[in-house]
């Protein structure tokens, strides 16, 4: 402790305060529970905090609740739908869609605990006889699964999963990679080893039938693992070294491919090394990242082979805390972050990170009471290498956002009767460029900026909210026209103004009923050329309750207006009106309770038509059907 007076001490274990219930001794403090926390690991600090005001952490630490007894917990949610087309229009040919159709969905988890083994489940699955959207096409669908069981004990956790496998790196190697597949797990209870070892199918499904567990085809398959290691004891955070390894084939592409087909297969390895460091009871982060890959992105059959490439990215961050000042405002973040992807480095984990790029990027957050703010610079280029066959794009971006909630009495004023307001506004520019010596080599000149302008305001009531936004979009294009062998291969778009303005309602006066209507406008300018489009969106939205929880209607409809207006008087103007209108009866016959299930008749109809200056593109069709649901829910609390 520091050599001033102390006022008190403070225990925090798992995000609750524990202060009441503890006992200061000479060698730190005793924490005694009235009820015993549940199973499993929780950060735990210990704060001081002194008479002027500083709050020191004196200790940060892991803490591994073993379990005690058996529990076992379950939730089980699932609906059965049937509709039957009872009647339809006489235009439409409905000789080729099923008059009927079935759909349902079932959703469940379990968790059970017994001693230091864990188990858990989770499923969700859909049916639709008609296959709609469904892919595979089947009748079944399986878009989440995944079983697991883990041992918990004083030294560690270890266990194994199969199904849906989500790897929470976001990084070079890693992006949002969710496939099915095993993961072998271990960490220690302080969390400063973990370790993970994956194999999964390369490929997204939702079959069930196909690559459950793991991959039959060998060109569907991704191996990889990752390991993160904490060596302070002391203090974990100030270094966490971390590797990473994946390898895999698929049919999937990324930014840079050479698409042959859809049955090409490409694939490679890629590895890399993260360091973290965190200082200044966490006012300051430091992260480092270097990656390699050899991947073949061209098919494995095709062309070069694989291509070594690397890609790095380092990041500094700044936020206000216990040893950096607020500087007048209640909470502030400054980060500054370079990363560069060479043009064939790829992982089979994020297809998505495009190569060959350059990004250095400045943001400072800030928020003081209900005013906060976000500003953001950021400069890309391409062709990091400098090839002299490669054009070189270079993007400059500056974006500022406000957004505005002020403290009101909602009793008195204006307030009362408009809402709790919120302000929004943004500035962002963007300037794209390429150098003229560049426009053969692209086949395209770029030199344009982009301004975006935005103000928006929202309204909240015990009754009704609402929102009102307007945003113009002006494109200053100074490219010109390119020329090759006597042919112009590229004419400029020229300026343009994108002007969209919205408005949203929703209105709840009583229980009974609720209507939300929307507005959107917008209209599109190529001021060089004098094409205008403008587009009118309306709808409405309502929901009405005859009987509480017994009768019930919804309602919708929506209206579509394009309107396209053409400089050159040669050009054909268009114009097309769309109405698209749904109404749906229920009558909640059997009300769903624990052990049984609900049950709901209903009656729906649909109503579309288009009307379109070129005639051939006019229809007119409706349909009733007639249906019921079932669906029952059931939980077990342990």
Known sequence: ????????????????????FIERTDDGVIVSLDSGLEAGTYQAYVLAFYSDGEIQTLSESQVTIAASG?????????????????????????????????????????????????????????YDNLHQGHYPD??????EYQAGIAHESDAGTAGVQVGNYAHPNEDLLFSGYQRRGVNLFANNPEQTLKASLFGTASETTNSVEQDLFWPEKQNNQTLGGTLAVSPLTDNPERLTLGASYVDGKGTSTGSGFTVLDDESIYGGHSWGFTLDSIWLNRSLWLHWQKAQSSFDSDGLDYGDGALDDDADKWLVQLNS???????????????AQRQRVGEYFYSIANLG???DLDTRQLALYANKGGLSLNTEGQHQQNNIEDRADRATLTVRYFGLDLNYTPGVDLQSGPWRYIGSPSYTTYYHVTRNSQPRSDVLLSGLDVDN????????????????????????????????PVEQNGFEIYTPVGDTENHLTSLQLSWFPNERLTLSPTLQWNQYKELENDNAYKTLNAGIDGQYAFIPNKLLMHVNYFYGHYDN???????????????????????????????????????????????DTIDANDYESWQVRLGFSVYWAGYNEG
Not at 87 to 96: K, L, V
Request: hydrophobic fraction near 30%.
């Open 138 to 143: 089947s009748e079944w669908q399986l878009p």
């Open 1 to 20: 402790m520091q050599d001033k007076a102390l006022e008190s001490i403070a225990v925090e274990i798992g995000g609750y305060d524990v202060t009441p």
């Open 70 to 126: 058996s529990s076992t917990q379950w939730n089980l949610n699932s609906t059965l739908s049937t509709q039957v087309r009872v009647a339809e229009d006489d235009t439409t040919d409905y000789r080729s869609v099923d008059h009927r159709q079935s759909n349902g969905a079932l959703s469940a988890d379990s968790d059970h605990r017994d001693g230091n083994i864990h188990t858990s489940a989770r499923l969700q699955a859909v």
């Open 565 to 611: 207006r053409y400089g050159d008087p040669d050009s054909l103007d268009t114009q097309q009106d769309n109405h698209t209108g749904n109404l749906q009866l229920t009558w909640k016959a059997v009300e769903a309770k624990r052990l049984k299930p609900g049950m709901d008749w209903f009656l729906k109809g649909n109503y579309g038509r288009q009307d």
């Open 353 to 355: 990170l495009p190569g």
């Open 321 to 335: 805390g216990p040893d950096l000042p607020a500087f007048g405002v209640d909470q502030w973040q400054l980060s």
């Open 449 to 480: 900026t982009q301004r975006e302008y935005s103000v928006g305001a929202s309204f909240s009531h015990e009754r009704w909210s609402w929102g009102l936004n307007y945003a113009l979009v002006k494109t200053d294009d100074r490219s010109d």
